[in-house]
Nanobody, 128 residues
Framework: QVQLVESGGGLVQAGGSLRLSCAAS????????MAWFRRAPGKEREFVGA????????YYADSVKGRFTISRDNANNMVYLQMNSLKPEDTAVYYC?????????????????????WGQGTQVTVSS
């Protein structure tokens, strides 16, 4: 069983930066995809970006491309979401998610139903 714990959320002004952390435990993650999702008030949870643990490949939603960066720390089983040039529309609860590699499937998945494990979420609020 995979456990994910997010941290690092908070209140920041528009244009500012924030780094979220996701501590992963319970498995060996070399074959996993780690992703970040977010849920804004009154909206459905949406994909932010994903990272392929084994080689560090990343993929981002258009809404955050060029502003957000996902990285990992192999030694400590940590995944990070660096968020720069934040906008009020980035306000949301951010979730870390993980999925194991399945036969005949891509490492990349943008649907939340593809992910097996979730953290509890961390609130990010961007003021204008």
């Amino acid at each position: 069983q995979v456990q994910l714990v997010e941290s690092g959320g908070g209140l920041v002004q528009a244009g500012g930066s924030l780094r979220l952390s996701c501590a992963a435990s319970g498995r060996t993650f070399t074959t996993y995809t780690m992703a970040w999702f977010r849920r804004a008030p009154g909206k459905e949870r949406e994909f932010v970006g994903a990272l392929r643990w084994i080689n560090g490949d990343t993929y981002y939603a258009d809404s955050v491309k060029g502003r957000f960066t996902i990285s990992r720390d192999n030694a400590n089983n940590m995944v990070y979401l660096q968020m720069n040039s934040l906008k009020p529309e980035d306000t949301a609860v951010y979730y870390c998610a993980a999925k194991g590699m399945k036969p005949l499937s891509s490492w990349l998945a943008i649907r939340e139903s593809s992910y097996d494990s979730w953290g509890q979420g961390t609130q990010v609020t961007v003021s204008s």
